[in-house]
């Protein structure tokens, strides 16, 4: 978490815990402690004991090939959770962890792929749960495109002062052309919360 050289560290909160957890403390100690690029951190790793319902925000029974399953053993019959689990994060979570640990006011949500999603969906439904948030390739063909749909609709009038860095990999068309679409609509808003994308050709939706 830090030395003592600070009174109060700012918190990473990493959704997919159990697979992002290493990565992002050796990231936060590497650059923290090695080049003080950045301020010692928190670092809180949030597992997930349903990973298709806490990381979607709507419900869906089509899959990523377009066919619709309703079945008893549908991978789908539970999504459309995650405005739930953003209200435990919110209002169980951040309060645990700001009453046992050394914490500034300053909160960071990152995710990755589903994880992405629910960053975004975040920033676009509460910017006021976090001051930063990171989206690695988001996965924005969830339920036929619906988050992009709602920020093309969206007059971004919340999200001043708020951070956002996102970014794809050599995944497939589609997946590409969402995150440039997203981009295209934040370019159009002239929002004023401050974003920056990365496109890494040379890596994939796994090692990004």
Not at 13 to 21: F, K, R, S
Not at 90 to 106: G, H, I, S
Not at 150 to 167: A, C, H, I, M, Y
């Amino acid at each position: 978490a830090g030395n003592d050289n600070y009174t109060a560290y700012p918190v990473l909160y990493v959704l997919d815990g159990e697979a992002q957890m290493n990565l992002a403390t050796g990231q936060v100690q590497y650059l923290s402690e090695s080049y003080k690029i950045i301020p010692n951190m928190i670092v809180v790793g949030i597992d997930n004991t349903d990973r298709m319902r806490d990381l979607t925000p709507s419900h869906t029974d089509v899959g990523p090939d377009g066919k619709i399953d309703t079945s008893a053993r549908s991978p789908y019959r539970n999504t459309g959770g995650g405005e739930k689990f953003l209200q435990f994060i919110k209002q169980e979570l951040m309060p645990f962890v700001d009453n046992r640990y050394k914490t500034a006011p300053f909160k960071i949500l990152s995710g990755h792929s589903l994880g992405a999603l629910m960053a975004v969906y975040c920033l676009m439904n509460h910017p006021d749960y976090f001051n930063a948030y990171i989206a690695v390739s988001p996965s924005f063909q969830w339920d036929n495109n619906a988050l992009l749909n709602q920020v093309s609709k969206t007059s971004f009038d919340k999200e001043k002062n708020r951070l956002l860095f996102f970014s794809d990999a050599n995944e497939d068309a589609a997946f590409h052309q969402n995150q440039l679409a997203f981009d295209s609509l934040l370019q159009r808003k002239k929002t004023s919360l401050k974003y920056k994308r990365m496109f890494y050709p040379e890596e994939t939706h796994i090692s990004e």
